[in-house]
């Protein structure tokens, strides 16, 4: 029995390893077109800043290791197209053209960043990051380009983390994001810590305003951003991605959202024993029950587990996720499960929600800091949809908590109940959670 | 409608301030056998260590405040007697006996701390920590006889406390306990770090030893431990608390468990419109459905909001706990919920368990420590009964995951399934315990 991979990341190569560890005797082969398998691509960020010294520190497995392990991997090995018929697919390796086939195949081609679509976006010192090498060009090119003022386009969670990078690095930095109170992840009322530390470390933000174009003779000397010229030497893309679902789509696989492969529970996309798993393809939300696209490390590691053991002949499930995701952002953190209150309401829900802003650790604990906790729920039956926290960072991975009991459809009832751990360099008396939960059922 | 409460602690207060805002024309009066009220007994070790320099920043409210809330403490004020037939109460106020009448009695009497019934146990020089005067009562002797070397017999949360705020304070500390692997509330094989801490900083320990007696002419001089003689200028007892419920059982009110009040869902004991709340009294467990004694701040104070809502005419319930519990020991943390091993098997459970150990952060990432989970399951139908965490401190918060779960009778499957936030700072991209549960599935 062979197994193919696509792809040698988060979602590849864990595909691949828990496929090898379901069935012992199949043969499994990855090909990667990039020249690094198995990385923490989430750690780029802290590569940047230097707080992790070598990228090398950032990979998980080597090639080695997994051949080791019995899993074959080809670096420089793009997959040009997938033949579902006759299942075998055209991978090019060192500029030849190569026929293989495969019993079951896993997709886990990963996405790309996008660039907004304006003037200039290819000038030389216009990058995106999304890879490891991404992370080693950029880092280059501040050292070779004696780079002093970076501009980042977008301030989402990758955003906000290459803010606290470069500041860290001594770089000046500027912001742009069409949104005015970023991240766009987030409603508007839980992110006013954000605004708080971009004016602390002296960050220029241009928030609610729209990048004109890039200017420069032959690399970036400017951003435009609505008609204000605005001096950078680098500028980077963190508007996004979109999944690699171009090859799988020129096969006749079935599409799912935002153009991402369309996956059943088991991983498995619209043919028989071809899986998919990671940023190419999707997860089921617990709260709405239809796909959701977040291409997050977290899940692509999930998905390639489920996917792998499927194609290695054994059974296992994906099960709706809530939609975890989290930041630090300096010395605070945002996170959100299920849905924002804008989200679920444009979901159609009768929502209710309430904020409150509390201590993290008891009052009178040194370096006790305030989070603010949004609850959003079902007016009908209580049922929480979602919640965002953003606070002292380490505070903010309570976020787990709703997080499982949206994944047992709990109500703000059931969280008002749960006795959440108390001791005052942990929690006030009344955990923020709870105290969120005891206004939300207002008894 | 007049409203009673007996003790003005944690459960006493929070019950007196729900009743108040449940019935605003509720007479409420508060009888308190010592001088203050409303104080963050958890805290106190923290004021011990001189992190917290006053030990007024525990008060949360004063009886001032409380007065304009149109509540009416009497501080120095000891309940001596309940008339459960009759509803009144005797109280002495300065020296003189008061007869009270009222509508509804909320008893929150607290507890008190055992001493060991060992020689020498009433020596000046002696003390246990329960109130805050015990504390000032302790911080000033320390002074006063210029302690250099202090004795904590018991090694449980308090006494670990104890231990870390008189090594801060840069006293000699020696250690008693008759368990060999204390803390006593977990597995054995969950406290390695705890060993590992002591050594680091030099603490004298005597584990799974007995005290023989406490020696000294007019005070502490020395303990003698097993045979020897070592000598100490103050010895405290931690060694765990019984509730306060001799008032209540000479008036007639059933006991439970530990001798504590019993009570139903809505806090009512034996007898209706009388209420108890905080360490005299239970709470029920989610896990075996029976009563439980755990006198925790954090139960104290939802106890007395539903003892406080019920008494003053509207109905409230105290849902079963998970049983909740967390300890900082210098650097590290330790939390348990539900029910340890060693307990499970004692409750009849068909038991499994499983350990793990990981990183709490990406194994890259600045500050990434190792974190033990512990998952205790029913091998029936997977059910979670308990988990036990140790770890880099604030990385054991992440208990409260496992207790809401256990509120919501959840299985190992299902702690697998939820997708917990993932960022390199605050987790590796499997959290630790979506590691325990993956091995406890077995998939």
Known sequence: ?????????????????KAKRTNKNAEIIVFEKGRFVSYGACGIPYFLSGEIESYESLIVRKPEDFERAGIKVNLNAEVKEIDVKNFNLTVEINGANEKVGF???IIATGASSKRLPVEGRDLEGVFTLKSLDDGIAIKDYIKRASVKRVGIVGAGFIGLELIEAFVKQGLEVVSVDIVSSP????????????????EEYKVKTYWGAGIDRIEGADK???????????????????????PNSEIAKNAGLELSVAGSIKVDERMQTSVDNIYAAGDCTHSYSAVTGKPVYLPLGSLANRHGRVAGTNAAGRLAFMKPIAGTSIVKFFDIGLARTGLTETEAKREGFDVDSVVIKAYDKAHYYPGAGKIKVKLVWNRKDGALLG?????????????????SLIIKKASVEDLKAVDLAYSPPFSPVWDPLSIAANQAVKD
């Open 1 to 17: 029995m062979r197994i193919v991979v696509i792809g040698g990341v988060a979602g590849g190569m864990s595909a691949a390893a």
């Open 103 to 105: 019993d079951s195949l």
């Open 183 to 198: 991240p766009p992840q987030f409603d508007e009322d839980m992110v006013d810590f954000v605004k708080e530390k971009v």
């Open 220 to 242: 970036v000397e400017a951003m435009v951003i609505e008609g204000e010229r605005v001096p950078v030497d680098m500028v980077i893309f963190s508007v996004g991605v979109s």
């Open 387 to 403: 919640a965002q926290l953003s606070g002292p960072y380490m505070s903010v991975k309570r976020i787990d908590v709703i997080s």
